[in-house]
């Protein structure tokens, strides 16, 4: 009899392998406050860049998906204690969130630098309009980071908590600015608005979002976009340590998504600018 079973579930491809973690509902965290690559629409529902990203590879990986919201800082945490399969979320590939998780290869390659309100004394910041790849040229930053020093002298920035914008303020401006950290970027986009930090530190393509409100109007990105680094290789599904046959499978569905050009029709979708691995 159990032969015979074991028969049955191997026909069904229910016995041993991936499709064992495929065969049942596939858990996958993101951050519902992060607008536009994830948010929360009125009715609850969420949405955004990397709900799309996670709904294209779970059609492609033939996953029954179910996407939740989870607060960042207890992202990696819910993962280790298996609450979710994967976090598809806008996750940079680091070194230290390496030594957490397993990744799969970059589907995003992002830039991250300063905002704030035109009639700022940071309107002039330098370096406004270039991008720097920290990993080609270390010492071009660390220039660019002295010049930064006397403007922002005093400032307080803000950023989102325990992300690697956070990182990167730390390692370079700790004793220059003051670095105020918010649980989402609506929050620190009012608390600009509202007069309450002078600056904020995120993603390029968060920015652009924001300012297409018209609340925002007066809002500009200063000094150069950053990559590289302490930004880590990009960003990537993060998977439980030691799951290889997960990372095989996603790898293999990103690749695939980026070669037919689907993650730049979603990029441009939501971000209006293209930002997958191959373009920069």
Same mark, same amino acid.
């Given at each position: 009899?159990?032969?015979?079973?074991?028969?049955?579930?191997?026909?069904?491809?229910?016995f041993g392998c991936v499709?064992?973690?495929?065969?049942?509902?596939?858990?996958?965290?993101?951050?519902?406050?992060?607008?536009?690559?994830?948010?929360?629409?009125?009715?609850?529902?969420?949405?955004?860049?990397?709900?799309?990203?996670? #709904?294209?590879?779970? #059609?492609?990986?033939?996953?029954?998906?179910?996407?939740?919201?989870?607060?960042?800082?207890?992202?990696?945490?819910?993962?280790?204690?298996?609450?979710?399969?994967?976090?598809?979320?806008?996750?940079?590939?680091?070194?230290?969130?390496?030594?957490?998780?397993?990744?799969?290869?970059?589907?995003?390659?992002?830039?991250?630098?300063?905002?704030?309100?035109?009639?700022?004394?940071?309107?002039?910041?330098?370096?406004?309009?270039?991008?720097?790849?920290?990993?080609?040229?270390?010492?071009?930053?660390?220039?660019?980071?002295?010049?930064?020093?006397?403007?922002?002298?005093?400032?307080?920035?803000?950023?989102?908590?325990?992300?690697?914008?956070?990182?990167?303020?730390? #390692?370079?401006?700790? %004793?220059?600015?003051?670095?105020?950290?918010?649980k989402s970027t609506e929050?620190?986009?009012?608390?600009?608005?509202?007069?309450?930090?002078?600056?904020?530190?995120?993603?390029?393509?968060?920015?652009?979002?924001?300012?297409?409100?018209?609340?925002?109007?007066?809002?500009?990105?200063?000094?150069?976009?950053?990559?590289?680094?302490?930004?880590?290789?990009?960003?990537?599904?993060?998977?439980? #340590?030691?799951?290889?046959?997960?990372?095989?499978?996603?790898?293999k569905a990103i690749g695939?998504?980026?070669?037919?050009?689907?993650?730049?029709?979603?990029?441009?979708?939501?971000?209006?600018? %293209?930002?997958?691995?191959?373009?920069?």
């Amino acid at each position: 009899m159990k032969s015979k079973l074991k028969l049955a579930l191997v026909s069904l491809g229910l016995f041993g392998c991936v499709s064992t973690a495929v065969a049942s509902e596939f858990r996958v965290a993101t951050d519902g406050a992060y607008a536009p690559f994830t948010f929360t629409r009125a009715d609850g529902t969420l949405d955004g860049f990397e709900v799309d990203v996670a #709904k294209e590879l779970c #059609k492609r990986l033939n996953y029954t998906c179910t996407i939740s919201a989870q607060e960042w800082d207890g992202m990696i945490p819910a993962l280790q204690a298996g609450k979710y399969d994967a976090i598809i979320a806008g996750m940079s590939i680091t070194p230290k969130r390496e030594e957490a998780v397993d990744f799969s290869i970059p589907y995003q390659n992002i830039l991250t630098g300063f905002a704030t309100l035109k009639g700022s004394p940071l309107d002039t910041l330098p370096g406004t309009g270039e991008t720097i790849d920290i990993n080609a040229d270390p010492a071009k930053l660390e220039a660019l980071v002295e010049q930064w020093k006397p403007q922002l002298k005093g400032m307080t920035i803000g950023v989102q908590t325990s992300t690697i914008g956070v990182a990167f303020l730390e #390692k370079y401006l700790k %004793d220059t600015i003051e670095i105020k950290e918010y649980k989402s970027t609506e929050q620190q986009d009012l608390d600009l608005l509202a007069g309450r930090v002078d600056a904020l530190f995120a993603n390029h393509a968060n920015f652009a979002a924001t300012m297409s409100n018209a609340d925002y109007k007066d809002m500009h990105v200063v000094g150069a976009g950053l990559r590289g680094g302490v930004f880590g290789k990009g960003v990537g599904v993060a998977l439980p #340590k030691g799951d290889t046959k997960q990372k095989e499978a996603f790898d293999k569905a990103i690749g695939d998504a980026i070669q037919d050009g689907t993650i730049r029709e979603l990029s441009m979708k939501w971000l209006q600018m %293209d930002l997958t691995p191959s373009a920069n």
